[in-house]
């Protein structure tokens, strides 16, 4: 993610901002004019406005356990760049203090955390052990330098040697290969998909017959009402 201060293609990084300067990107709650747009990096290196339907300012993880109802879990997602190497003292410093804040305003929510980084999430289940810790594959549809993030398998063996509860991956690796489910689930983990096509309900059919976990879904009230009426039951988010 990349932001434009002043409109002038001067590129910073979300993390590279201070807190005020993160603050004062895109929409403000005073409804004054977007004076720094936020923008984003396509994967084919191509530059966009970030465009949304509703606007809102950006907020902090402490302004989301504040105001995002308690009976709601939270999937947080930490995140690094995949075009710099993040030496072991950031990763440090940057889990160390997401888990700090979920410490001071967690409050008995549910809670999970997930990141592609195979470093990161090994630091994530050294550094705490009161909620799971999965880890994000795109299991071969996308490939890496690091072979930890390239399949399923690798991720189980990542899973099983950090001591992580289980793995979120791209659904079409297991669309494609639907006996990768009983593989993860053999060794004791859970599984989640993501991507595109779990915004359709036969895709979600499908990831509940071959024993799936979990769902992540972009149209959340959408799926949750075609689910619904298509009187498919049993898809759930349990995480041991």
């Known amino acids: 993610m990349i932001c434009l201060f002043q409109g002038l293609p001067n590129a910073r990084r979300i993390g590279d901002l201070t ?16 004076r720094r747009p936020l923008v984003r990096k396509a994967n084919d290196g191509s530059i966009c406005k970030w465009i949304v339907n ?30 710099i190497e993040v ?22 929510r549910k809670v999970f955390y ?3 980084h195979p470093d990161a999430v090994d630091l994530l289940r050294k550094m705490q052990t009161e909620y799971p810790v999965l880890f994000l594959t795109d299991a071969g549809t996308h ?8 399949s399923i398998e690798s991720a189980v063996e990542l899973c099983l040697k950090c001591g992580l509860q ?63 009426n298509a009187t498919i039951s049993g898809i759930t988010f349990n995480i041991p």
């Open 166 to 228: 289980g793995i979120v991956s791209e659904v079409r690796a297991i669309l494609q290969n639907p006996e990768l489910v009983s593989k993860v689930r053999d060794a004791g983990l859970c599984l989640l998909t993501y991507g595109d096509l779990n915004n359709f309900v036969e895709v979600l059919q499908k990831q509940k017959e071959t024993g799936v976990d979990g769902v992540i879904v972009d149209h959340v009230l959408e799926m949750v009402s075609a689910v619904r």
């Open 143 to 150: 490939l890496y330098k690091d072979e930890r993030r390239n």
């Open 114 to 116: 997930s990141s592609f």
């Open 19 to 34: 807190l005020q300067e993160y603050l004062s990107m895109g929409f403000q709650a005073d409804g004054l004019e977007i």
């Open 54 to 83: 509703v606007q809102d300012r950006l907020c902090t993880l402490k302004d989301a356990f504040e105001n995002v109802p308690l009976c709601v879990g939270f999937n947080i997602e930490v995140k690094f760049d995949d075009e």
């Open 87 to 108: 030496s072991e003292v950031d990763l440090q410093r940057v889990i160390g203090t997401v888990l700090k804040e979920v410490a001071m305003y967690a409050k008995g």
